[in-house]
């Protein structure tokens, strides 16, 4: 079975404004997805420590655990860019390309957007209130500046939102006609 990003046939037209957006998204999922490597490196360390030397640290645990959530809800807005996110393809790819466009689009408008507005706006205040309380690990040799960590997770739900407005900007140029399609000059396919 085909995915509707390996289907020509099953995707929404580009328009300039998402084009734009896709390219910063695809951009800057690019560069963040090499903070997985650096993730699997300090598992890699945690594992190697503790279960080869004996030596345990709390510092190390919460730092893989640090770097694995944050890199996955910066990296989430690429997935959504590139049309490699879960869904639910079992109903999905029996729509025609017009259904699945009002189903995004709705969905988007009237679910998400709603949702990721409130989910940020608490996240920012969470992130913040970490700052100014200096706000650390509980663990005696835990990690300081839990702010750094907290401020991936608007960071990222930003990141989203940006993703879901190209998606609906491009179901809306695939419904309406509006804003107008363009096709790339350059080869770079973000769908």
């Given at each position: ?59 190390l645990e ?18 959504i ?111």
């Open positions: 079975m085909s995915t509707p990003s390996q289907d020509p046939s099953k995707t929404f037209p580009t328009n300039a404004v998402s084009f734009r957006l896709d390219s910063i998204i695809a951009f800057t999922g690019k560069l963040l997805s090499w903070l997985w490597l650096v993730t699997i490196a300090v598992v890699l360390t945690n594992v190697f420590s503790r279960f080869i030397l004996g030596r345990g640290s709390i510092a919460e730092l893989s655990w640090h770097f694995f959530g944050a890199t996955m809800i910066m990296t989430l807005a690429y997935a860019v590139t049309d490699d996110h879960v869904r639910v393809d079992v109903l999905r790819e029996r729509f025609s390309l017009r259904m699945m466009a009002w189903v995004e689009l709705l969905g988007i408008a009237l679910l998400m957007l709603p949702l990721m507005y409130f989910i940020t706006d608490q996240l920012i205040e969470y992130a913040y209130r970490a700052f100014e309380k200096g706000e650390s690990s509980q663990a005696p040799s835990g990690l300081p500046y839990r702010f750094i960590l907290k401020s991936t997770l608007p960071i990222g739900m930003i990141l989203i939102v940006i993703a879901m407005v190209s998606r609906l900007l491009r179901c809306t140029t695939y419904l309406f006609q509006f804003p107008r399609e363009v096709r790339p000059t350059h080869p770079t396919d973000f769908r």
